[in-house]
């Protein structure tokens, strides 16, 4: 009977903490206000810009 509290202490704690992580990570996600251009306003970088990786997914 014991162990069966346990198990179940465990897998609150588990959930708990998935819980806890994934708000973590939810809150600390970057915006689209985070664009340097966005910022401060401005054209982007002048000069020759190079693609390093393209891809496009189509479903």
Same mark, same amino acid.
């Given at each position: 009977?014991?162990?069966?509290?346990?198990?179940?202490? /465990?897998? *609150? *704690?588990?959930? *708990?903490? *998935?819980?806890?992580?994934?708000?973590?990570?939810?809150?600390?996600?970057?915006?689209?206000?985070?664009?340097?251009?966005? /910022?401060?306003?401005?054209?982007? /970088?002048?000069?020759?810009?190079?693609?390093?990786?393209?891809?496009?997914?189509?479903?």
């Amino acid at each position: 009977m014991k162990s069966a509290v346990k198990t179940k202490s /465990i897998n *609150l *704690l588990a959930a *708990l903490a *998935l819980v806890t992580m994934f708000t973590t990570m939810q809150s600390s996600s970057c915006s689209k206000s985070d664009d340097v251009a966005a /910022i401060n306003n401005t054209t982007p /970088i002048a000069g020759t810009w190079r693609v390093s990786f393209y891809w496009d997914q189509k479903e």
